[in-house]
């Protein structure tokens, strides 16, 4: 029958899947007095390397209930017709934090695994990712490259759209020294994206089709194209007239 969803049933569960899962973790840490896995362990951790690896594995015996989406309006809910089917996944990550001096550190969060979208497409993806932050005196980057990984909004889970390659690099300096957290601070920047696109991905259009009003409208299932690409370059300055 249908599948149960939050704007129609009375009932209906989401977050607690039926599932059989384990993980297992392993960490390094010279020095456990700013514990790795304390809430601000970005900023107080002082170790000149620690690591953490893990690995988990789910395994999923029934489908869910429905997920709600939001049409393009930005105001209108539906519900999918269905949910991501039953599915073994597995996923392996690493967190290296590296602060070899009060002017220089970095962080970097790896990861690996399958993934399923949040809406009813079926499709599985196999997905690939670092992100990584470096901090020398007054200068930052935050960077990031993923493979085969959903954008970056919610909307982009939801429908399962996946990037064949994304990858951002945000260069930036500053007054004082910045801050490993996102908090206002007057800089001046340049930040770079480029992403490819394939048929798993929006906007891709490497052709065109006529559709049943005679209109054009991308065929982004045609055979026999390359990768479409987009990228941007953009500079910044922000100002703080706060503490």
Known sequence: GRPRNI??????????????????????????GTWMYNWDSDRSEDAELAVSLGFVYRHLPTTQDAAIGILPDGRTTFAFPGAAPAKDLWEIHSRLVSKLSSDFGFIANIYAGDAQGNGSDARLIRRYGIDLRMIYKEVKLTSFARINDWGPYDYHRDYNLTFPLQLMADISTSLKKPDWFELPNTEIGLRATYRTLDRYSPRYAPTYKPDASGALVPDPEAVGFDNGNEWEIRTYVRINIGK
Request: cysteine-free.
């Open 7 to 32: 704007l129609d049933d009375p009932f209906v569960v989401r977050a607690n899947r039926e599932q059989i899962a384990g993980e297992i973790l392993f960490t390094y840490d010279p020095t456990p």
